[in-house]
Structure formats: C-alpha cells, structure tokens
C-alpha cells in the first residue's frame, strides 16, 4: 500500500497512473492521521515551493511529516516533494518554515543556459542504492525546474546532474528518496524506478560509487490538433498554413482532416520514443474548453498509458458561460492538471496580455499567465505563438516592431521583415510582433515559449530559422520550434542554427513520412544529444 500526499496543486495522476500500472495500490491523504498511519509514502510537488509550504502547514501536515521521516519509514519525494524536505528555498519570498529534515536549501539556477532547466538529462551515481537496480548510464530522466537543492551534507546526494554546473538531482539518506527528476514522466526508466520502490522494502545504500551519465538531450515533441469534424467526432487534424479542410470539393471548403483519434495517436507516439506531447485543442478560442468535456476525458485516458509529458492548449482565458458563471482561467487550467497535463499553453489570452503589459508597462498580477504561474510555477506555462511574415522594404517601415534582415526576400524582393502575432488561429492579425510578446510573456512568469509559424506550417520547406533564432536570443526561457518539419536533417538544422532547445513536428510523424526514432538516429549520427528511443 502506497500513500499518496497529493496536496492539491500539480498533477499526481501520471504518478496515480504509473503507480497502478505497476500493481501497486494507492491510498490518498486525507488527513494528519494518515501520515502517520503510512508505510510508505509518495510525495510528487509541482509547482511553486511558498504555496505548497503554506497547503502543507495549513492542512497541519508538517508535524506528521516530520514524525514520519524520523522513523525511516520509506518515503519519496519527487521535484518540490523533495524540497520541501530541506531548510527553505529562494522561491519562498515569505520565508515559511519548511518540513527541514535535512540541511540545506533551494537556490534558484546561475546560469546563462535557458532555465527553467526543462528536458531529459543524465544522472551521475553517487552511492550504491537499491532503488536505481536495472537502470543504466544510459538513463535520462526528465527534469523541470528552475530551483535546485543545495544540500549541506554531501553524504546525502544519491545523484547529481549537470545543467551547465553539476546540481544534486536526487538524495538518499536510509529510506528517505528525493528526486529532482519527475521519475512517472521519465519513460521506461522512470517506470523502473518507481518499481523498484514500490517492490522493495530496504532501500539503505551499500557504499559510495562514482558512475557517470549522458548530458541533457534535446527534446522531439509530436504535436496533436484537435478539433471536431464536420460529425461531431474530436479527431486529430492538420492544417497547411493552418487550413485544416481538405481541398477540391466544388465550393472549396472540404471535410476537417482526419488524421487519427487522439489517445491512440498520443500512445503510438510515447511508444515511438516522443519526448513529449502536446494537445492543441484548434477551435478551444470559441468554445469553452470546460464544456468540452472529450478534451478532459482524451488528457484523462492517454495519462494512463503515456509517461512523459503532456501540454495540453486552447481556450485557456477567463469564461463566463451561458448562466452567467464567471471562470477564471486558473480554473481552465486546474481542470486540465488533474486531467493529466504538465503544462497548458495560452495562446489568443497571451497576446492581449502582452498588448496590454507593453502598453502600460504594468503587471497586474491578474492576467492568466501570472495567476496560472504563481500557483503552478513558470515551468507549467506556455506561451504558443502563432506569427506570420510580414515584408518591408527597410527596417523603418516596421515602425517600433523587431526586425530583421532576411534570407528570404519577400515578394517584391523587400530584404527585410517582422513577425506579426495572430489570434484565433492565425484568423485576426495583431499590432504586435513574436519577439515583443516572447519578451513580455516571459517578464509576466511564462516558462516556455512554443513558436509556431502560419508560413511554415505544414509546408514541409523546415522551420524558419530566422524567426526562431531571433525569439531565442530574445528569451531566457525554453523556446520550442514548431512548423515546417519535412525531413530529418530539418531537426538538426534548427538545433545546430538555432539553439532551440526543442522541435515540435505534426504532419510528418501524422502520415508517417519520417517515424520519431528515425530523426532520433539521424540526430544522433550528427552528434545532437537526443534520448534514444526506446520500447516501454
Ligand atoms: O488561442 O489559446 O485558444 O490556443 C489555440 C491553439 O491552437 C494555439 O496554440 C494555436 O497555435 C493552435 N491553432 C489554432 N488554429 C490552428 C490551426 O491549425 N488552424 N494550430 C492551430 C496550430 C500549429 C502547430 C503545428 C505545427 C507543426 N498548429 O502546432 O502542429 O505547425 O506542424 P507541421 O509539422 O505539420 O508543419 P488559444
């Protein structure tokens, strides 16, 4: 029996998921009593360190947790779950008291590289511990987090990472486990380790070791749009410069393209070695997404089966429905995260609030990036940008918007261009460019940045290099290449001429052009760190 300490932010149900997958059984907290009751617990922490410590305190849960841990009971906790068993971290402004079993505390990275420190890495083994049976060097895990441990006892790191400096990324002390790592979104390996822990008893590790791991990999995300045809069936579709009808009936406006259903695509992905997954639910800026309830129920039924991450889009803004109730879009989302997303991406919602950022210069602290970032943290937040080329013959004419010099003349062979925003899937045109709003999404708490392209999308002719190098010099943040895949050697041009730190593809993987581990081993061939893929 497994107890489960979910305190109601973040998704445990990949966690709840993989833990009945793997035959164990589940009982949740729900009281101070049952942590003391336990035999072993469960801690998975998403989210923002201050608001878990003050659930934690709130529900009286610190005592019990303290009581727990001193018994050596066997206890695990996952990213903010480990933590939380330390002094206190720099993400709590406040300064609440934490659980602190052990000396140490939580720092926020010093780094040039894009933090939030998101994607799949290595591990470096520092002791001989039962819990890491049949996991190899090999083994990447994925991490998301922009705060790492800094432990005063170095006895007490089971492992450590490298994000350009080495980090403790998991700990150990008897049968106290803590990993930075997310281990039920980490694939196969993931997998092993969560059953290893749920089949052991006796976790006390059998001396020190010094075995070292592979590095961060860049990350291949298969892209889902999903929409309801012409029927009222929610299928994948797929657009050409985000037209999703198929062409050549006599008025010109075919049936929505049905690409496949959803979960079973979402599946055939994970087993096809996808890093992550993304849902764009394509109509989710006119209807309300809560109301959509088969977009729950697809996030819901693919996090049974799918153990790495999953982003779900559309619709995510503030609502009021036909009776008049007012939703906020913190709302959206935390029905999307008990579903089993990771992260939610704002789309339509994030260009206003970044409009209106620019234009007045003020953080209202109401917008649904920052409320959705205080409660989740900046890692859970994507911004989806959906830009298109605009030409102009010199930089003057595009008045105050970022420009650039292009490789690519325009129509009238105009050497230079900007980027304009659109919303509602490309439909409306923006008075504001990708840069700016990458720029003011990341200011206002964003921790990722998905950079679609209208020109691109779905042509196959590759990314477009020039827009993601000028997003990605402009962020610290992650940004996510997307639009425009049409073979291998486009992966590893956007990497090597980018530095994006991962590249989203949909037609391609859709119809079967190019299968993920095939990219994968040509990434590899051209020295890209890429994680294998690999069976479940
Ligand atoms: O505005 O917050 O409701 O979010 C709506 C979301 O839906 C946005 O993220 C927007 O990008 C997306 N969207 C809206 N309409 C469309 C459409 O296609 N008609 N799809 C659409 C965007 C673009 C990519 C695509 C890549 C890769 N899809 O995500 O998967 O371009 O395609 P490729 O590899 O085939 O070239 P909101």
New binding site residues.
Partial sequence: MITLLDYGAGNVRSVKNAVEKLGGTLHTVASPEDILSAEKIIFPGVGNYENMIQVLNRKGYMKPLREYLASNRPFFGICLGMQALFQGSEEDLSNTESIGFFQGRVERFKTKLSVPHMGWNGIHLKQDSPLMQGIGPDARFYFVHSFHLVPHDPSVVLTTTTYDYAFASAIQQGNIIGTQFHPEKSGKHGMQLLENFIRLSDFTPCGRVDIPGCGLSRRIIA???VRSNDQGDLVV???DQ???REKGDDDGKGGVRNLGKPVDLARRYYEEGADEI?F??????RDFPLADLPMITILEQTSENVFVPLTI?????DYTDADGRHYTALEVADRYFRSGADKI??????VDIAKAFVETGKKTGQSAIEQISRVYGAQAVVI???PRRVYVASPEDAGSHHVIQTRIPGPHGEAFCWYQCT????RTAVDLDAVTLARACEKLGAGEI?L??ID?????AGFDLELIRAVKQAVSIPVIA?????CADHFSEVFTETGADAA???????RKEVPIADVKAYLAEHRIPVRQSQRP
Avoid at 280 to 285: A, S, W
Avoid at 423 to 426: P, S
């Fill in positions: 892209c889902l749009d579709t797929k657009g985000y037209d999703v993304t764009l639910n394509i109509t989710g800026f889009g559309g619709g995510i803004k991406s704002i789309g339509s919602d994030a989806s940008i959906d919303v509602q899937g490309g998905l679609n392209c691109r999308d779905g042509t196959g997307s639009s425009g895949a049409g989203l593809a949909a037609g391609i993987f859709h």
